[in-house]
């Protein structure tokens, strides 16, 4: 079902568009290459700058706010093209809208960013506009009816990186299950997948590894938007739930990656500072559950090393640049450097230093490719105590059996790509853009 006023919306956009116009061991020996799969998209042409949902709305004077009591959830990177943040915007314009703004919502490191990964947050006061802050990363992740009580519309505009286990779009699906629950509306403010629309990866998630690092029934890398994530939620939570919105972006393509946006990035969490820091995580992050090798985060490079003690790094380079299974887009440099804090504190490590381009033709592959010439069993053995986040994160503990039994990486990357395709035609009804 799509939201009735997503077609206004656009047409309210593309009318914006114009103004703005104007002015550690060897791989295995039986693995063996595999077709290269195709080139994840074309580059876009940047011609047409792209609106965000915040800019529709505002352009479109906040009437879908009109009347309304307003909550939004909101973090550092939630900023207009302007780079001006979205919870000032609706605080300065409620005079001009219509609206009140009465409460902001906090996902995982807080409005404000300022919180590490993981710690759980309490309710607060914002000492900016003196409104009340709802944590959705502490007692609870899903808003209660309390919490809900005084709005009667839940704004979301949170950036997200691409990757499933980011877990911005679990608080996307959680939220908009309270508001179909609470009988309140729920409205996406849409921002690009800085991946791009079109590179779909990995795993899907299977029953008893759902979590909220693995929420929503999507592969890892899932090439959709916030708001296309929020039509296909709605669908599957409550398909009878008419209370939906999703405000679109103009000028954004799927064949974008977020270099052709022309947007500037803001870090949306402490380890994600870089656009590039997203294609990073996307090809590290999931090792670094482990906790047994570092992947960058404690050091100035986070998810861009990734090194173990007792490694030669120059061997390591050397190995993931032959390797059979070598990714197009993909290179290396032997690095040495010691993590300031987290896995591995102060010592110093051997690997590499991991260069991507943002059309490489496999970023999740790149994980396993880089556990399994860093002795893959010994890392599994050694986190043994992280195998369950291990798990959560590619959704099935079929990976980690998979390589436990030495079987080769080249047919699990096969099973990936037919899954990929699958769900590309599964997420065709909710897609927004061309």
Known sequence: MMPCSTSVLRSLAVLLLTGVAGCHAAAPADQQPVTKPEPVATRATAAEPVILGIDTL???????????????????????????????VLHQNQDKGGYQLVALYGPEH???????????????????????????????????????????????????????????????????????????????LDRPNPLG????????????????ISHLDVPYLHGMTMGELAQLERDKLAPDYEGLTVVPMSGWKRSMVWEDTG??????????????????????GVIGELMVLS???????????????????????????????AIEGVTYRPARFRPFYATHKGEVLGGVQ???????????EVNFLLLDALDAKTQLSEGSKRHGMFDKANGTDDVRLWIEQG???AELFAQWRETSERFRETRKPFLLYD
């Not at 309304?68 to 000032?88: F, H, M, Q």
């Not at 979301?156 to 911005?168: N, P, V």
């Open 58 to 88: 505002e352009a479109d004077n906040f009437a879908l706010l009109r009347g309304k009591r307003v909550g939004i959830v909101a973090n550092p990177a939630s900023v207009n093209r302007e780079l001006r943040s979205t919870v000032d």
């Open 110 to 188: 807080g409005v404000w960013g300022d919180v590490y990964a993981g710690d759980k947050i309490e309710n607060q006061d914002d000492p900016r506009t003196g409104l009340p802050v709802f944590s959705l990363y502490g007692k609870t992740r899903k808003p209660t009816p309390e919490m809900l009580e005084s709005i009667d519309i839940l704004l979301f505009d949170l950036q997200d990186i691409g990757s499933r286990s980011y877990t911005y779009i679990s608080t996307m699906s959680v939220c908009l299950e309270a508001c179909a629950e609470n009988g309140k509306q729920f409205a996406v």
């Open 407 to 409: 079987k080769p990486l």
């Open 263 to 284: 947007l500037k990035w803001v870090p949306t969490s402490p380890h994600v500072p870089f656009a590039s820091s997203t294609y990073a995580y996307a090809a590290t």
């Open 295 to 325: 992947n960058g985060v404690g050091y100035t490079l986070p998810f861009e090393v990734v090194g173990d003690t007792g490694v030669d790094a120059d061997q390591l380079a050397d190995h993931m640049r032959a390797t059979p299974l």
């Open 354 to 364: 991991v260069y991507l381009d943002p059309r490489a033709d496999s970023l999740y």
């Open 197 to 212: 629309g079109e590179r779909i990866e990995g795993t899907m998630v299977e029953e008893g590894f759902y979590s909220f």
